[in-house]
């Protein structure tokens, strides 16, 4: 009985206490040899109160009750992709130009002993813990996480590891250390602090608190919201066509490297104060906005209308037609397009005389066009400014390009668009106008009807010369005929008196044979024999009757021919009549 009771009070007598491997313990010491001095939370040399140092897992023993309360805290555990900000409720005072205290080391304040003995210092930390456990006396530090964040006037965002996005920059704002020096607007540049992530390190290589030039790029970090706060902002993009001309507010020394051929503006190197020498080109650029300006300065040709019109690049937005007055004292609207280029390389200095590409239109091209036109309009009559439009186009491009050139812009070309002359004076010149073409249309009508005269004439005289035609070939035709009759006559003539001559020959020839015949044949027969001959061979040839086919006796003279003329009557009907010879009667 007397060893179980024993074996029941042990950890009371002994001063056991054991800690889980979750926990830590944080002894209080309720009495001791001395007391802490004035201004002290934590025991160092084991005075009453609060330990410096803390039980770790296990069992321990000495820590009677009576002497000793050990509380037992959860450990501190900081979420992957959260920070822990950590309060200090002990330490040395804060440095009356510091705001947070500086880092000592500490094992991320695991050691209480290490972080007094050091010169810690109490209040807001500069260092942070980050994703992790941590054994931390909580007697001595307050940890804050996002989860209790709310309680310490703080959103929980805050407590997350800081993503700067792609296509972005941080700018970053210091919120403790050296003030920046006058005359400057943002704190230099300065070495091994990894991003703000050591601020301890920023502290003590200079850095200054405030706006700082330094920016952050796209990633993710663990800064500390009581050192530093991140405005995020868009890149730099220079698109193509265009250059970016850099006005640094901040950097080294100004040194002008223009040069003594430049007595219009400055330019410095990149990393100096003032407008850079070297442009930025098409791209994106990670630049501080706060302490940098950037002028978009177009390369291609800029057209600038002087009329009614915008151009998509606005700068002439503030520009309007221009009213010039005629040297014979009229008013009138003119409309002006002007085109011009800036080299990339001599962006730079054209931004450094005038500031702007808006003032460049406003402060330069604005009165060096307008004044040429109103002052060279004087020197012509309206309507000679209008008839030698294209004399005062080349006249105005080759003044006002010689102009540009001192600003080294170059003058593309000037071009007159619409003119817009007095009403009354046009109303003058349209009846004048209309007039002389009336006039025209009078004298065309008049051409006109002159050669419709002139047609039909030539008309009447084709007729008459169709019918010429038709009578001189009818004559001509006539002729032809005439000729071929006569021709034919002759001919036939010819023919006749040949055959005339041929017939005559022959009868000449056959009479002569006949007379031949008839001289052989008288010869022969005598001339009685050979001419009863010839009779009685006629008579037969030719058939002649010798014996009538009435006979008419003589035994009444009357009744004789009467007989033969019946006689023939009836013949004639009984026989058809043929050509026959008779005889001659007898009596």
């Known amino acids: ?42 025991a160092l040399e084991g005075e009453a109160g609060f330990q410096a140092d803390t039980l770790a897992p296990g069992l321990h023993f000495g820590y009677w009750f009576f002497q000793y309360r050990v509380m037992k805290a959860g450990m501190v555990r900081i979420p992957a992709g959260e920070i822990g900000l950590v309060l200090a409720n002990a330490g040395a005072p804060i440095a009356p130009d510091r705001i947070l ?27 942070i813990l980050t994703a992790g456990t941590y054994r931390i006396n909580t007697a001595m530090f307050s940890v804050i996480t996002a989860a209790s964040a709310a309680h310490y006037e703080l959103e929980p965002g805050q407590l997350r590891v800081y993503s700067v996005q792609p296509d972005a920059v941080g700018i ?36 200054r608190r405030g706006l700082q030039e330094q920016i952050l790029l796209s990633g993710t970090w663990n800064m500390n ?84 019109r915008t151009e998509s690049h606005k700068f002439d937005q503030k520009l309007s037609s221009i009213t010039v007055r005629s040297g014979d004292g009229f008013a009138f609207n003119l409309d002006v397009a002007q085109i011009i280029h800036v080299g990339a390389l001599d962006a730079p200095k054209v931004i450094s005389r005038v500031g702007s590409m808006q003032n460049l239109v406003d402060h330069v091209l604005q009165p060096i066009v307008g004044n040429y036109f109103r002052n060279s309009a004087q020197n012509y009559t309206v309507l000679d400014f209008l008839s030698g439009r294209t004399a005062r186009q080349t006249e105005a491009a080759d003044f006002i390009r010689s102009a540009l050139s001192a600003y080294d812009v170059q003058a593309v070309d000037t071009l007159i668009g619409d003119i817009t002359p007095p009403g009354e004076l046009m109303k003058t010149q349209t009846d004048r106008k209309i007039a002389e073409e009336e006039k025209k249309t009078y004298e065309i009508q008049e051409a006109a009807q002159k ?57 000449r020839t056959t009479g002569l044979a006949k007379a031949e015949a008839y001289r052989a044949g008288v010869d022969a027969l005598g001339i009685q024999n050979y001419a009863a001959l010839q009779v009685m061979q006629i008579v037969g040839e030719r058939n002649v009757r010798i014996v009538p086919d009435v006979a008419v006796t003589g035994a009444g003279t009357g009744s004789g021919l009467v007989d033969a003329l019946i006689g023939t009557t009836l013949k004639d009907r009984m026989v058809p009549s043929a050509p026959v010879e008779t005889a001659p009667e007898q009596a």
């Open 1 to 42: 009985m007397e060893v179980t009771a024993l074996v029941l009070l042990s950890p009371w007598l002994l001063g056991m206490v054991m800690i889980d491997e979750r926990e830590v313990g944080v002894v209080i010491k309720k009495f001791g040899s001395r007391t802490l001095p004035s201004g002290q939370l934590i």
């Open 101 to 127: 205290a500086r880092s000592v080391p500490c094992e991320n304040f695991q050691d209480t002993r290490a972080f007094l003995l050091n010169g810690g210092e109490k209040g807001r930390q500069l260092a």
């Open 172 to 207: 970053v704002t210091t919120l403790d250390g050296r003030p920046i020096d006058a005359g400057e607007i943002a704190g230099e540049v300065v070495p091994d602090h990894d991003n703000f992530q050591n601020a301890q390190a920023f502290l003590e290589h200079g850095g």
């Open 225 to 308: 919201p009581w050192f530093v706060s991140v405005e995020q902002v868009s890149m730099l993009e220079i698109p193509i066509g265009h250059v970016g001309v850099v006005i640094s507010f901040v950097g080294q020394a100004h040194v002008d490297v223009s040069g003594t051929e430049f007595r219009h503006g400055d330019l410095v190197e990149p990393g100096h104060k003032g407008v850079w020498v070297t442009p930025l080109y098409p791209g994106k650029h990670p630049v501080n906005p706060r302490i940098m300006k950037v002028e978009l300065v177009p390369t291609t040709n800029i057209v600038l209308n002087w009329a009614m």
């Open 451 to 507: 050669q419709r005269q002139l047609l039909v004439r030539e008309t009447a005289m084709a007729d008459i010369q169709q019918q010429v035609v038709a009578s001189e070939q009818g004559v001509m035709i006539a002729e032809l005929n005439a000729n071929a009759t006569v021709k034919a006559a002759t001919g036939e003539s010819e023919s006749i008196r040949l055959k005339a001559l041929g017939q005559a020959e022959a009868i």
